[in-house]
C-alpha cells in the first residue's frame, strides 16, 4: 500500500487559502487520492477525492500533478471551524471492486483568530 | 436518515472481560471496516468486510474478532487477549457497486473504550 508523507501541522489566519501538500511516491496506476478531515473524538469526515489533474468541490480543491507522485489541497477563506487533523491517502484498490485507506498521522491545521 | 450508528459511545472493560461494539449502517453498503486510533495517531485497519459472512483481518487483528451476518451490521468484539484496549474505535462502511463513490468510505461517530 502506498504510504504518504504530510507536514505535521500548520498554521493559518482566518480567511486565508490554506495549501496542504503530500507526497505519495509509490502510487499505482488504480489508486485514488483522497483527503478526509478529523474533528476531535469524531470519525473522519471525506472531503475530496481524485485521480489526476484537479478537482474542485463546494468545500476545497485537490491538485494533483501528471506524475501523481503529490497532491495539494485547497482551502479556500478557512474560519476557525476548519481547525482539525486534515489526512491525505491514497485508496488502493484491493480487489473485488473494494479500496483500501492507509491513515498516517495527518497534518494538524489550527486556524488563528 | 442515512448514515453509520455506533454504539454505545463510551464503554468500560473490565479485567478479563469480552465486550463488543455495535455498528449498524443503512446505507446499503456492501463493505464495512473497524479502526482503531490511539491518542495522536491516525486510524489503523482492525477487520475489513467485503460481503455478509466473509470478513478479513487488518493489519492489528490480534486480540479481536468479529461476524458479519447481516448487510446492515458489523459487530466488533474486543477479547481479554487484547491487552491494550484503551481507543477510539471507528466503524465506517462504503459501496463496492456504485462507482463514484466506490472508493470513499463514510465513518461512525466513534466508541471510546477505557480499561478500568
Known amino acids: 500500500l502506498a504510504k504518504t508523507t504530510q507536514p505535521i501541522s500548520m498554521d493559518s489566519y482566518e480567511g486565508q487559502e490554506v495549501n496542504i501538500t503530500c507526497s505519495h511516491n509509490?502510487?499505482?496506476?488504480?489508486?485514488?487520492i483522497t483527503w478526509y478531515q478529523q474533528f476531535p473524538s469524531q470519525g473522519p469526515r471525506f472531503i475530496i477525492q481524485?485521480?489526476?489533474t484537479k478537482v474542485t468541490n463546494e468545500v476545497a480543491s485537490l491538485f494533483i500533478p501528471a506524475d501523481r507522485k503529490s497532491s495539494t489541497l485547497s482551502l479556500p477563506r478557512v474560519s476557525l471551524s476548519d481547525t482539525a487533523v486534515y489526512y491525505c491517502l491514497v485508496a488502493a484498490y484491493s480487489g473485488a471492486g473494494s479500496y483500501q485507506l492507509t491513515f498516517g498521522k495527518g497534518t494538524k491545521l489550527s486556524v488563528i483568530p | 436518515d442515512g448514515g453509520i450508528t455506533q454504539s454505545p459511545k463510551y464503554l468500560f472493560r473490565k479485567e478479563g472481560q469480552n465486550v463488543t461494539l455495535s455498528c449498524e449502517q443503512n446505507?446499503?453498503?456492501?463493505?464495512m471496516y473497524w479502526y482503531r486510533q490511539d491518542p495522536g495517531q491516525g486510524l489503523r485497519l482492525i477487520y475489513y468486510s467485503q460481503i455478509v459472512n466473509d470478513f478479513q483481518k487488518g493489519d492489528i487483528a490480534e486480540g479481536y474478532s468479529v461476524s458479519r451476518e447481516k448487510k446492515e451490521s458489523f459487530p466488533l468484539t474486543v477479547t481479554s487477549a487484547q491487552k491494550n484496549p484503551t481507543a477510539f474505535y471507528l466503524c465506517a462502511s462504503s459501496s463496492i457497486t456504485d462507482v463514484a463513490e466506490k472508493n470513499i468510505q463514510y465513518f461512525g461517530a466513534g466508541t471510546r473504550l477505557s480499561v478500568l
Open positions: 509509490n502510487i499505482a496506476t488504480n489508486d485514488y
Open positions: 446505507l446499503n453498503h456492501d463493505a
Open positions: 481524485g485521480y489526476k
